[in-house]
């Protein structure tokens, strides 16, 4: 005979004491100011019960509820589950500044306009949540978190942080293990949650199914290894079944109990299910459109809904658990899967979500699904979306036929994970591109994404020569081939060299090959190269055209200007470094493009520093390093923490000096990047002579050789040093360069106006 199990109607937890009090001290604390938890743990573990605990709570105490829920395989739909969270309060978006509301509006697709930054989005997000909990406490509930679109996703993370004094509790659930994101290092309070403890899992089975045979219930206690999912649904896929594969993961058997409950129902219901686990992000009416094309009915949908595998909420269909559908869709058969997923796509009004249902039901190449594909990223990217249009470039080039159409969007994609922040994602599709490439088009675009990867992250790159060796493909047999094209390599290549401090062979290479360039191509790439290369030429040109190439380049290559700023500071022109620097700073600001925002503030910093402004240029790398943190630019945030550090130690603030050189460390992949070690070894220097170390203080600065530039600007406090240590020989190198660099001595009357430092001469 088979087990007799019976459902209680008692719905209320079981253990999890600990984790039920901390929770209710949070909701208490959130009356008076933002509280952010993350509950975090394997599947079935019993997250979403806890949660719905904390929401009955919440209700009681007069919280009103927001919420947001991933959807498994729904991940490529850009902003979907913070639109889903914040629909209910989108009538107070005016209350926002422009420029968050419309980056809100931007990214939903409810208004036209460029891009937005997931910084700014998420500014907006916390303002209008602010704005909402003014008319009384909120509950903001984002289950399963690892399943959430990762640009709302990314959004949730930086809003925790940031939630001040509204009354405002936002609880997240979240899986464990390597296969999800982990995000804990986001939230202020994260409870993790393990397997119940025997004595209570035992509580738990006998209150689900209290009939069951003893040697079913020890089974399935064993089995089960505390996990309250497992509990609920083993007695019910079981019976009286007295056998579990022992050798497959926890996930597995579970998912293989759904599956074992599934196999019990008729073949329509089981091809409605299929329809269902691929259509997780359905519509209802889409669902039933699918199910009718399929040559089913919609009585046998509900049929489903009435066994209690599938709930009707809102208007979209889901299944009691995600498990379930994991379970359904992973178990199918390729053929009927591919099956479910063209009937949506017949059915779904929506292109991009069409073209990826073809794309599901797909097997080898279609360039025309791979087309609808592109056209999908595209439409992302102009929201701002740049993972999920980093998802869908790569579906589309694992579609293509022909290999350009695979290499341009592979490019494609390798840029979009670039500009989202995406570096490792970025770094493996131009290392499974680049050797496909042979259009010289696709291999310049691959090739840009890797420089500017390795400007601003630990990414090495192409050398300064191998770049001169791609310019030379592009002139092609005559010679005299692409020399816009050229140029632009070649500038890279000149930046390279300039912040690199390649030997003198290289700059004479990138030099000859800039002078073969006919007349026709020496535009501003041009120019700024050769200056790069030769800092002591050309800035009176560049100071006096400025104004009129500034709009031109920030339209078309904002980068550039980042290059005629460096260019101005090599040539010893602070005060057109500064205005390349502010120009560009101020263009990132208006555009939203707040991860840029980071590198250009970093540059302006240093500016400002050198020239003696340190409240204003302190201020700038104070803002550039809360930016590199959280766009994970290794490189710009170990640069504006050594320059927090140089301010702190020009002022004789020792402590903080100290602490910001440690900050620099902590970005490994930047803290031996030449720019970065010569301006924390003069920071460590001038920390020296405060504490009147001088030997110490000459060996630091000394450091500062590593990158001409820098060493320039620090030798004077090199100089004071070594005669303050009896050791004036150690500054001999200095002199020597000072005497050959043009525009020397007025660095040295700019360093006899920094009073503060103790270099001061």
């Not at 079981?238 to 022992?246: I, K, S």
């Not at 696709?442 to 990867?453: C, I």
């Not at 010893?572 to 470094?577: F, G, K, S, V």
């Not at 190198?733 to 020397?744: E, I, N, S, T």
Request: proline share 5%.
């Amino acid at each position: 005979m088979s087990a007799t199990v019976t459902r209680q109607p008692d719905e209320s937890l079981v253990g999890r004491s600990a984790e039920r009090t901390r929770l209710a001290t949070l909701l208490r604390q959130a009356a008076t100011g933002g509280r952010a938890v993350l509950v975090e743990g394997d599947a079935g573990i019993g997250k979403t019960a806890l949660v719905r605990e904390v929401a009955d709570r919440a209700r009681a105490r007069g919280f009103r509820e927001l919420g947001a829920r991933g959807v498994h395989g729904a991940d490529t739909a850009g902003f979907s589950g913070l639109h889903q969270m914040l629909h209910p309060v989108l009538d107070q978006i005016g209350s926002l500044p422009a420029n968050q509301s419309s980056a809100l509006l931007v990214a939903f697709g409810h208004e036209d306009g460029p891009a937005s930054d997931r910084l700014l989005i998420g500014l907006a997000t916390s303002g209008l949540l602010a704005t909402a909990a003014g008319a009384g406490p909120l509950l903001v509930v984002v289950d399963d978190l690892h399943w959430l679109d990762r640009s709302s996703a990314d959004v949730v993370s930086f809003v925790v942080r940031r939630l001040g004094a509204a009354p405002v509790l936002l609880v997240a659930t979240t899986r464990t293990g390597e296969t999800y994101a982990d995000r804990s290092d986001s939230f202020p309070d994260v409870l993790r949650l393990g397997p119940l403890t025997p004595e209570d899992s035992a509580r738990l089975l006998d209150r689900v199914a209290p009939g069951i045979g003893a040697r079913v219930r020890r089974r399935i206690l064993h089995a089960s290894a505390g996990n309250p999912l497992a509990l609920h649904e083993l007695p019910t896929a079981f019976g009286d079944r007295e056998t579990l594969v022992d050798q497959v993961p926890m996930t597995a058997r579970l998912e293989q109990a759904f599956l074992a409950e599934v196999t019990r129902l008729p073949e329509p219901s089981r091809q409605v299910l299929r329809v269902a686990a691929a259509g997780q992000d359905a519509r209802f009416e889409e669902l039933v459109a699918a199910v009718r094309a399929l040559g089913h009915t919609e009585d046998e949908l509900h049929e489903v809904v009435k066994a209690g595998l599938l709930r009707i909420e809102e208007g979209r269909v889901s299944f009691r658990h995600p498990l379930v559908g994991s379970a359904i869709y992973g178990g199918s058969p390729a053929l009927d899967r591919s099956g479910a997923h063209r009937a949506l796509a017949s059915v779904t009004a929506d292109p991009v979500r069409a073209a990826w249902h073809r794309a599901s039901a797909t097997y080898g190449w279609d360039e025309e699904v791979a087309a609808d594909l592109e056209a999908g990223a595209e439409a992302a990217q102009r929201l701002g979306a740049n993972p999920e249009a980093m998802i869908t470039y790569r579906r589309a080039a694992a579609l293509s036929p022909a290999l350009r159409d695979r290499v341009r969007r592979l490019g494609r994609a390798a840029e979009a994970a670039r500009r989202g922040g995406l570096t490792a994602e970025a770094v493996e599709m131009l290392r499974e591109a680049s050797p496909l490439a042979e259009d010289l088009a696709d291999v310049r675009g691959l090739a840009r994404t890797e420089w500017l990867l390795s400007m601003t992250s630990d990414v090495p790159g192409r050398g300064a020569l191998d770049l001169v060796a791609l310019a030379a493909r592009h002139a092609g047999p005559s010679g005299r081939g692409h020399p816009a094209e050229r140029a632009e390599i070649l500038l890279w290549a000149a930046i390279k060299a300039w912040i690199l401090q390649e030997a003198d062979e290289v700059r004479t290479a990138i030099r000859h090959a800039l002078d073969a360039i006919e007349p026709d191509g020496r535009g501003a790439p041009h120019e700024i190269a050769l200056t790069l290369l030769d800092p002591g030429r050309g800035m009176d040109a560049l100071r006096a055209d400025l104004p009129e190439l500034a709009p031109r380049i920030l339209g078309l290559y904002p980068e550039m200007m980042n290059v005629l700023a460096f260019a101005a500071e090599g040539a010893l022109d602070l005060e057109t470094a500064e205005r390349c620097w502010t120009a560009v700073v101020e263009f990132d600001q208006a555009s939203g493009r707040i991860g840029d925002e980071a590198v250009t503030r970093c540059g302006r910093a240093m500016s400002r520093i050198l020239s003696g402004e340190l409240d204003t240029g302190l201020a700038d790398a104070e803002e550039s390093l809360r930016l590199s943190r959280e766009f994970d630019l290794e490189i710009v945030g170990a640069m504006a923490a050594a320059a927090v550090a140089l301010v702190r130690a020009i002022r004789g603030e020792t402590a903080g000096a100290r602490a910001a050189l440690a900050e620099v460390r902590a970005f490994p992949g930047g803290a031996d990047f030449a720019r970065v070690r010569a301006v924390a070894s003069w920071a460590e220097g001038l920390v020296a002579g405060w504490e009147g170390r001088h030997d110490d203080a000459v060996d630091a600065l000394a450091g500062t050789a590593v990158n001409d530039p820098i060493e320039i600007w620090a030798g004077p406090d090199l100089a004071a040093a070594a005669a303050r240590a009896g050791r004036p020989g150690a500054a001999r190198q200095w002199f020597d360069k000072v005497a050959a660099h043009p525009g020397a001595a007025e660095r040295l009357r700019l360093v006899s106006r920094l009073e503060q430092g103790p270099g001061a001469l």
